[in-house]
């Protein structure tokens, strides 16, 4: 997935600039696009001690705790715990999302390491912030004598601060909670709320107090709902609706309507709290819904499906001049701006059924590395689809999810059955296919004694796996150690990319006559493909840039791994995000020069 949008007006000229730049993306919780700035930070100063700090604090914060973990000792921030009181914390930081993974007694083993870590750093310093965790993890560990000991004098050693100093806010919340005074908690969240406003809306601090929060009010059998209403992060919402009618033409959302769709959209999003949306940017609905989100200073994160100039020759010229100024002043105020594809329209609607499955995958992932809550709002006058794709069917594929969910009705609102999006059968037309590319690393130094051994046991093995998908595979080809698999469900994709792995590493390769070394790397790309047939094979078989893209991901991916693109990941946490999580890896040089592409390591949960 292309993106672009990128806010930076000029290359930061010192390290001190560069975490500045990284600190803009951290405050409205785009932990991934400050993660990539701090690492191109660290290309220009590779000494720069807390530009590695925000590399790594940015990966924990959102979830990708192995990854931070290994971030942590490749940057040397290890040697730097006795110097950098920060540091230390930092790994204790680490030592606690080990712990809250885990479960059982495993979970308190590993929440006293994490405990003692902090405490030696609060002993040092008196900083609230390792006191307050160190605390914390004492509840975790089981020691609640010594959880409440420890927030007692926390507590006692804070002071009313500047009003725009959350963390000291949210500390005394957290205190609080520990000790069971809800009352006192709920004075210091309206300060540290208040503080958070003044600071110019820190959504990632809330995320990840609101975690914290809620861990402690879990541990103490307090009810969520004390604070939920006012302290959890502000909401997301994936939008959608239909194109406004072109002058002198009918359609679903005609222009005399405006003023009434735009009223509801600015009435649902005051009432529901929403700091995030994403969704395209079509003449109609989609502009409406972001010039809401812009008036309230909410970040706006767009999704086109296809090559800008002809997106606007198709979406939003037909609607008149005025339409277009509207346009250019949303996608030039967006957060962010992505493309589905690069490729051409070619009158080819199936790139926006692919483009709104992206954005809605997109919004659902945000969710979760915010901690917050997720809704479709779609602008929809309850008819069916006509065509391919449409605002039905993306009411459609969003129920089946069971998140909420809001329509605005337009037109003479009827609601029709639900749609399901037809599939594109024919060949010689683009479909969106998850697409798998594997080799094995060391293949080609097999000689010929090992060669057959390799196709008995290994290839056997991966055949054997490949069979149970045989229902969900829509094309298979091998060539000597290469994979290529494509699949019409995310899911099963990821489900057979992980057996794959799982496969290779039961086999003795000693026992099987092969060297040790061999390893198998898999990569994962959801995307346009052209399905036609293959003269050669004489069956149908997939081509085109997102096959090639797929192919480039796989040399680039660490053995006994799983890496999947951003629209991967995103279509898979929007359909299967209980089973699998995508810990982000960073931007990623693909092989052949392809270009850098965002890469998530892919596992079970």
């Known amino acids: 997935m292309a993106e672009g949008g990128d806010p930076l007006l000029a290359k930061p000229a010192s390290a001190a600039d560069w975490i500045a730049a990284v600190s803009v993306f951290e405050r409205d919780g785009t932990l991934f696009k400050a993660h990539d700035l701090a690492m191109q930070g660290l290309a220009e100063f590779p000494d720069a001690i807390w530009l590695k700090h925000r590399a790594v604090l940015c990966l924990a914060r959102a979830g990708a705790n192995e990854l931070a973990r290994k971030k942590f000792n490749e940057l040397g921030l290890a040697a730097a715990e006795g110097e950098h009181d920060d540091i230390a914390a930092l ?39 390792p006191g307050i965790n160190a605390a914390t993890l004492r509840l975790v560990a089981g020691e609640e004598a010594l959880a409440e000991s420890l927030a007692r004098q926390v507590l006692a050693e804070l002071r009313t601060g500047p009003e725009d100093d959350y963390y000291l806010y949210a500390t005394q919340t957290e205190a609080a909670f520990l000790l069971g005074d809800v009352a006192a908690a709920r004075r210091f969240i309206q300060r540290a709320i208040h503080a958070n406003r003044v600071g110019g809306g820190d959504y990632s601090a809330l995320a990840s107090t609101w975690k914290q929060l809620r861990l402690v009010l879990e541990l103490k059998g307090l009810d969520p709902k004390v604070v939920a209403a006012e302290f959890a992060p502000p909401h997301v919402i994936y939008f959608t609706g239909h194109r406004v009618a072109a002058p002198g033409t009918s359609g679903r959302l005609m222009p005399d309507e405006e003023p009434a769709v735009r009223a509801r959209i600015d009435a649902h999003l005051q009432g529901s709290r929403v700091g995030h949306g994403y969704g395209s940017l079509s003449a109609g609905a989609d502009i409406l819904f972001a010039e809401a989100l812009l008036r309230r200073s909410a970040s706006l994160h767009v999704v086109l499906p296809f090559d800008l100039d002809e997106f606007v020759e198709v979406a939003v010229r037909p609607a008149g001049p005025d339409w277009m100024r509207r346009f250019e002043a949303c996608i030039a105020a967006a957060s962010t701006v992505r493309y589905a594809t690069e490729d051409r329209y070619l009158g080819d609607d199936h790139l926006y059924n692919y483009c709104s499955r992206i954005g809605m995958g997109l919004a659902v992932l945000r969710t979760r590395h915010l901690a917050s809550e997720v809704e479709q709002v779609a602008v929809w006058d309850g008819g069916p689809a006509r065509g391919v794709a449409g605002t039905a069917l993306n009411v459609a594929r969003w129920r089946e999810t069971g998140l909420p969910q809001t329509i605005i009705p337009c037109g003479t609102y009827a609601e029709s059955p639900p749609d399901h999006v037809p599939p594109a059968t024919e060949t010689g037309h683009r479909v969106v296919r998850a697409m798998l590319f594997g080799d094995v690393k060391g293949f080609s130094k097999l000689n010929d004694v090992e060669l057959p051994h390799f196709v008995e046991v290994l290839l056997g093995a991966v055949g054997q796996t490949l069979h149970r998908y045989d229902p969900f595979i829509s094309f298979a080809n091998t060539w000597g150690d290469g994979l290529f698999v494509v699949f019409e469900n995310v899911g099963q994709a990821a489900r057979c990319a992980l057996d794959l792995q799982a496969a290779m590493k039961r086999i003795n390769l000693a026992e099987a006559h092969l060297p040790v070394h061999l390893a198998l790397r898999v990569g994962g790309h959801l995307g346009p493909a052209y399905a036609a047939r293959d003269p050669v094979l004489k069956k149908t078989n997939y081509f085109g840039a997102h096959v090639s893209r797929a192919a480039r991901i796989e040399p680039v991916t660490p053995e006994d791994c799983v890496y999947v693109t951003e629209t991967f990941a995103a279509a898979l946490e929007f359909e299967c995000g209980d089973e699998f999580g995508c810990d982000y890896v960073g931007m990623t040089e693909s092989a052949k020069k392809y270009g850098a592409m965002r890469m998530f390591l892919l596992h079970r949960r």
């Open 91 to 129: 790994d204790a930081r680490l030592l606690k999302d080990e712990a809250l993974a885990a479960a059982g007694a495993e979970r308190q083993r590993k929440a006293t390491i994490a405990a003692d870590r902090y405490e030696a750093v609060y002993a040092r310093t008196r900083n609230y912030y």
